[in-house]
């Protein structure tokens, strides 16, 4: 029994790749349900393979300072990362009940795709600014779906389009949004990595000590203001 | 008040230590003083090389004593040494049943046996039955003296060897013999020499046990079944004759004598404290 | 992989009458490492010293059972303990190079005193232990130094080159860090891991993130008596018995 903190980001890389092409397949209109869900088999083996690993991990080799951050986000990574696929697979249903195409739909895909590749970039290059633009990104996100919301909603109520179509278009968005919120996690899960610093929930706490985390709560404050 | 009255006894306590300590010393500093004093003004090259002149006649040397005595050390070295190392390394190294614990009180008694008594059960069971003084005799009586000093010290030089060294020694697979001779005596031989030469300076010294073995003589004398000189012998004859000049000698032999004993000791002990045990064991 | 090298079978060992090991059976499988942990007085030293029977140092020991090396019972009164220990390798608690003896002195002397006396066979085995032991490079400038001159660690690793020097499969060490600072204790567990490649290595420990950290099957003992045994993958995160759970998470012992 000899795993090592690489060996953990390793198989935490290995994943997200598979996450990443999950999403990438579920977003295109010619690939079936089916096959989306071969890779969210893939995933959910990862998913129990990897936290049993950072237990096993914990309880033999003890790790301290930055191993043991690496175990830990890792294991929250890991958790996104499930979920993340799940979302694939919601996204697939709803893509199936969508006649026919909207471009909001695409640009809002493209750039929850862009976040998510960024926040697995920001880990393998343990680039805590990449990280802190991913959650900058995050916003932008948001305002795109609630625009998409605002669209939709009108344009059921006034009965441009079919109830089933908007309403199917409004959840895929929602499943994209979520992505985006935990792609954001895994950002936050990066910046814990590399500075030791725990982002969420406080970012208008201004304590930052070291440089990277005054850029990323300056980011934060610019961005909630 | 009460700091000064704390600090007070301090000084006093240290005061008298320090003043046991001199007196200790005073004896020795006095014994070499006298010896230095009135032995350096005899000494010459004469002394080392030439034999005792006829009564009546001033000059001549102790060169028969001072040859006889390193030969009469010599044989009892050789007799003792490595009976008394043996011994040492049975005792260490399984001395834990009767017969250990019997060796260990015999040799205990014979190290306080007076070293006259010694000198007379060498004359008894030797110069008795051969009907002669004899340096063979001496030689024995010394080694008598050497023996249990020697023993002893290799016992409580092996002693100090940490009992997980022979394990290792074990360990590797080597015959217990192996271990004894090539790790635990091997390794501590400067100690074990060191333990020999305190014993051998100790022999060089004594009088007694020579008085009735090899009795002395005037002459040089290399045979092992005739009386032969020593240093303290012969010091002590001409201690006690009524001649100045022989009494002169008697200081200068015993300047020899106490250079000999003394640089021996001091040598040995320099060999201690450069391969001190305990230091070599540190963890 | 799963060879067994070493099978003890209900071992009891006793010191006059007090019986310090009861029943203990436990296989060790080639090229593993397997630790031994439980609190002290709980016979896991008594143990060990008995795999290569020097236990029979101790006045009064006395082993009962079997102790199958390759399938050999070394126990048996006509096994002499010489042969056995020379199968059986074994590192102390603390570091003890041979007093006297020159590092190249110290690792070549089982060697040695086994028979070899070419110059050039014991340079080698010198050097190819030493490397094993991971001290080489620290010391190849200064092989005729005093064993007893160098750092502690340095001097365990040199304790385990010379145990090596006689090349034996099986090593047991007992409490080999104990004596030494943790750095220096890392250094004697990374060697511990890659000596699993080519030996079967058996460690008593008093450190239980040690037997974790590089054991891979580890027994729990408590007043001479098995507690469990298993993968250290299974005892360290989800063992079966309560006893061990409090010993590993520091309420007993």
Known sequence: MNITSSDLREDILKMASIVESNLEQALRVEVELKDVFVLENEINKFHTSIDDSVFKYIALKTPAATDLRIALSVMKMNSELERIGDQAVNIKRNLKRIAKLHPSIDSLSEEVKMMLRNSIDAFVKHDSKLATDVIHHDQEVNDLYRDIMKTFIGQIKADFIDFDEGFSVIRLAKCLERIGDLSTNIAEDVIFLESGTDIRHNAHIKFGRRKEDQVVTDKLKDNHE | MYLKYRKLKNLIFHFSLYLCAALVLIPLVLIIFFVFKMGATSINLDFFTSLPKPVGEDGGGMKHAILGTLYMVSIASVISIPLGLLCGVYLSEFGKGKVATLLRLTIDMLTGVPSIVIGIFAYITIVVPLKSFSAMAGGVALSIIILPIVCRSTEEILK????????????????????????????????????????????????????????????LSYEIDEPMASLPVQIYNYAISPFDDWQRQAWAGSLVLIVLVLGINIFARTLISLKHIKFRYRG | MNNIVLSVKDLNVWYNDF???????????????????????????????????????????????????????????????????????????????????????????????????DKSKLMQVAEQCLRKAALWDEVKD???????????????????????????????????????????????????????????????????????????????????????HGACSDIFTNPKEQKTEDYITGKFG
């Open chain 3, 19 to 117: 019986q310090a090991v009861k029943g203990i059976s436990i296989d060790y499988p080639e090229k593993s490492i397997s630790a031994i942990i439980g609190p002290s007085g709980c016979g896991k030293s008594t143990f060990l010293r008995c795999l290569n029977r020097i236990h029979e140092e101790v006045p009064g020991a006395r082993a009962e059972g079997e102790i199958l090396l390759k399938g050999r019972n070394i126990l048996g009164s006509k096994i002499d303990p010489v042969q056995v220990r020379r199968s059986i390798g074994m590192v102390f608690q603390k570091p003890n190079p041979f007093p006297s003896m020159s590092i190249l002195e110290n690792v070549t002397l089982g060697v040695r005193l086994l028979g070899v006396r």
């Open chain 3, 142 to 228: 200064k092989l005729s130094q005093l064993g007893t001159s160098l750092s502690g660690g340095q001097q365990q690793r040199l304790c385990i080159a010379r145990a090596l020097a006689i090349d034996p499969p099986v090593l047991l060490m007992d409490e080999p860090t104990s004596a030494l600072d943790p750095i220096a204790s890392l250094k004697i567990e990374n060697l511990m891991s890659d000596l699993k490649k080519d030996y079967t290595v058996i460690v008593v420990t008093h450190n239980m993130q040690q037997a974790a950290r590089v054991a891979d099957y580890t027994s729990f003992f408590v007043l001479g008596e098995l507690i469990e």
């Open chain 2, 160 to 219: 100090l060897v940490p009992g997980h060294i022979r394990e290792a020694g074990l360990a590797l697979g080597l015959p217990r013999w192996r271990v004894i001779f090539n790790i635990v005596v091997k390794g501590n031989l400067s100690s074990l020499t060191t333990g020999v030469m305190l014993a051998i300076s100790r022999a060089a010294g004594e009088t007694a046990p020579l008085l009735f073995t090899a009795f002395g003589n005037m002459y």
